[in-house]
């Protein structure tokens, strides 16, 4: 299957962490990618490799890539983080080489 | 610092065509893979095509193939989406992406323009 995973929404308060989960089947062993979109903006790049941070990304972000299941953890949230996330690997079977986006998750800072 | 300009977007019939362009400029054009990622209303990323950095090799979702081409023009640092057989569900947002390398698809989106609307109604 080509689709990756998300829960529609995440609420966590300020201060708390923030899990947010990227599940496929086609995961295990690839890289996943992070992107954050807030309202009326472009996306941008938060977590590329599964954890690596783009300069300007805050350490506040990691990520991990375990089994089937991608996660982007955002720690200390604020109010600023607020926004949607997606997911996105590269499928790379030969007759269906494609990229994939996750469902999206919004993120909201109680 | 790297910028890329979309146009050509705008409001177009079912059934009709639209050209789509992305002027890059800001970095050498022809060292990285270019993306078409669009967004429809209120909903999430769609990954619509990937060329290679000098055109050789070209991927599309399974949703545009055989409708949409994507080409470049690394003279003119021109990145195009040709767009046939429109469809209601094509309106979105389109989005001109860089890659961070050269070679087309199997890595992440690095730089994103600021998109051009397309609306496919009659």
């Known amino acids: 299957s080509d689709v990756l995973t998300q829960p529609p929404s995440v609420s966590v308060a300020p201060g708390e962490t923030a899990t947010i989960a990227c599940g496929g089947d086609?995961?295990?062993?690839?890289?996943v990618h992070w992107y954050q979109q807030k309202p009326g903006q472009v996306p941008v790049l938060v977590l590329y490799y599964s954890g690596d941070r783009p300069p300007g990304i805050p350490e506040r972000f990691s990520g991990s890539n375990s089994g089937n299941t991608a996660t982007l953890t955002i720690s200390r949230v604020e109010a600023g983080d607020e926004g949607d996330y997606y997911c996105?690997?590269?499928?790379?079977?030969?007759?269906?080489?494609?990229?994939?986006f996750g469902t999206g998750t919004k993120l909201t800072v109680l | 610092e790297e910028q890329l300009l979309e146009s050509g977007g705008g409001l177009v019939q079912p059934g009709g065509s639209l050209r789509l362009s992305c002027a890059a400029s800001?970095?050498?054009?022809?060292?990285?893979?270019m993306n078409w990622v669009r967004q429809a209303p209120g909903k999430g990323l769609e990954w619509v095509a990937v060329?290679?950095?000098?055109?050789?090799?070209?991927f599309y979702a399974d949703s545009v193939k055989g409708r949409f081409t994507i080409s470049r023009d690394n003279f003119k640092d021109t990145l195009s989406l040709q767009m046939y057989s429109l469809r209601a569900e094509d309106t979105a947002i389109y989005y001109c992406v860089k890659s961070p390398i050269i070679t087309a698809g199997i890595d992440y989106f690095e730089h994103w323009g600021q998109g051009t609307l397309v609306t496919v109604s009659s």
């Open positions: 800001g970095f050498t054009f022809s060292d990285y893979a």
């Open positions: 996105q690997m590269w499928d790379s079977f030969i007759d269906r080489r494609k990229n994939v």
């Open positions: 086609n995961i295990r062993g690839r890289s």
């Open positions: 060329i290679s950095g000098i055109g050789d090799f070209k």
